[in-house]
């Protein structure tokens, strides 16, 4: 019984994934220059904020309006959010170091055979588990 639907074939079709496939590995030099560049619009966007907030609580002093008040209340937690960026950038760029530095090494200590003791008689007789060169 062939339960695929009659407008679908069944054929195999084999893809090739042996495509080029290129793993980005950014150079640190990279790395160090964004870190720099985003730190530097971190900065500027948090002098920025500041002088924003000091005339915006200019403005609501002199007016006493709730709006006035309301914007510079949005305006401190957005300069807020910003230094909260600036740490969260530096922890990045630690994490981003220290992956950079491992090196994994991989050590199989216990090797196991999952099979009878037929088929391992097999293996053996073979040299296949032998480690000739």
Known sequence: MNNTPS???PEIIKIDTSSDIKILNP????????YEYTRANLYS???KGQEAINGI????SETDQPRAYEVAGQLIKSVG????KLIDLQKKLKDVEEESSKTT??????AVFVGSTADLSKLLKKGF???KE
């Open 81 to 84: 959010d910003v230094t909260d």
């Open 129 to 131: 588990l032998n480690n």
């Open 57 to 60: 609580m200019e403005l609501a």
């Open 105 to 110: 090494n991989n050590v199989t200590n216990n």
């Open 7 to 9: 407008n679908i074939d």
């Open 45 to 47: 966007l948090i002098e």
């Open 27 to 34: 150079d640190k030099g990279d790395i160090k220059k964004d």
